[in-house]
């Protein structure tokens, strides 16, 4: 296999525990019977399982130097300096108050510890990578042992499904959810690019996260990594995805590559798991490289679950890639959901189209939104058309779009998005936004993000881009597109 850049980001992302953690926790909403793992262990046959595993060497380790001197000296150095600022980093500690807070207050303390003292272990596992000097491995081991030691790897609102029930989580009863999944995938990494390293140290140390995962989690999912290893081998990038019971699609340019453009959407409706109100938005990649976003969530707090939910900027429709319509947002409930969802991929295209109407409330006199998102691969192109009719006649309506990309104004009707501007490790380039200039007026916010969590992700700060009809009528239909620019 030929290494490069993308693999070492596909390495600190792909996840074969958290995969299986993650489905086992959110795989369906409808209750099911509790002895899935059971029925499972009892058709694995554990020694083939545990031999495959010597043989699986899906990346080169930090000792293998071939990958690892052919990235690009300023990712390398980006890493090293990320590794560095964690020489200097004061392990936190977990007592048992900040795991009450959860249950007294809502505050998720103990989740934002745990998850920082998880990324100071991963900047310094890949600035030894980068370098192998030696220098990050004394504070690796103090951070591996320090995570091997914790009473429990479970986020703090699943602690609960334990049967002692919410409070201080019992370390006898071991829990699988998304997070002690990454903890397990954190360490199994740890130990298969620097393993050799920490044994210099003592070997006591793989042997503890060995131990660790085996008891946290794999006796707990026992699962076949030859079939695993198959199934990651013969991984591919799709060219079309369409889930019609979650009312989700995806499509790209071509099959099995990054280049282009690609676009995921979903209809559904406002009451998910972790509902934003965001019926119909979509998100633009070029490249592999983010355009248009979902900006995630900050944080959790006591109020990121509580009535107070939708004051939250990040779960608002105005800062997802929706209209803003009469000055209304969308509502949050089951009943504000997408109506006439419809999905069509051929050869040189792919429709998506639905009526967002329904997903605001009956106050904005919406009586049609009809959205369709079109990729045309011939072209190279995304199009996205507005068809409404409202009941009375429309006082502002206004179509956001959220982008990391910085916004550069050029001819009338056209932004230039820059994307990768503010990435220096990265190569930028533009991506243009088309707009009747003679219907819409563009105005360009900047989002100064003060969440760590957020900023770890898009950088010190967002864009929110506003297209406002200066006439808007009761009846119409407006269209924005997207190319490459030069392309």
Known sequence: MEYNQRHVRILVIRTFICMLASSAAFGTVNAQPRNILTNALSRVNGTAVFAAQKNWHPFPNASERTLWEKLPGALRKEYIRRGEEALAYT???????????????????????????????????????????????????????????????????????????????????????????????????????????????????????TSEVRERVLLMFLFNLDLLQDQTAAERLRQDVWLPQSEMMAAREAANSAQGFYIAAQGGHNEQSHNHNDVGNYMLYADGEPVLIDAGVEAYTAKTFSPERYDIWTMQS????????????????????????????????????????????????????????????RKGMVEISEAYRLDTAASDIVL????????????????????????????????????????MIPQIETITLQDNRMRRVWGDALHRIVLRLKNPKQNDAVTISFDRRGK
């Open 91 to 209: 392990w936190p500690s977990l007592p048992a108050a900040i795991y009450l807070e959860y249950t007294q207050s809502g505050s998720r303390q103990s989740d934002r510890l745990s998850s920082e003292r998880r990324q100071k272990v991963l900047d310094l596992v890949l600035a030894e990578c980068m370098e192998v000097a030696g220098r990050f491995i004394p504070q690796i081991v103090t951070g591996v042992w320090l995570v091997c030691e914790e009473t429990s790897w479970v986020g703090a609102a699943h602690i609960a499904e334990q049967k002692a029930g919410k409070g201080l989580p019992d370390k006898s009863e071991p829990i699988i959810d998304l997070f002690s999944g990454e903890t397990a995938n954190l360490l199994a990494w740890t130990s298969y690019l620097v393993g050799d390293r920490l044994n210099a140290v003592s070997p006591l140390i793989t042997k503890r996260i």
């Open 318 to 377: 105005a800062y997802h890639n929706l209209p803003t319509i009469n000055g209304f947002m969308q509502s949050s409930g089951k009943q504000y959901a997408a109506r006439n969802v419809r999905f069509r991929a051929v050869r040189d295209s792919v429709i998506f189209s639905l009526d967002i109407a329904g997903a605001y409330p009956a106050a904005a006199k919406i009586r049609t939104w009809n959205r369709t998102l079109t990729l045309d691969r």
């Open 400 to 439: 956001n779009l959220m982008t990391p990309c910085t916004v550069v104004a050029s001819e009338a009707g056209t932004l230039i998005l820059r994307v990768n501007a503010a990435q220096p490790q990265h190569q930028a380039f533009d991506v243009a936004l088309h707009y009747d200039g003679t219907a």
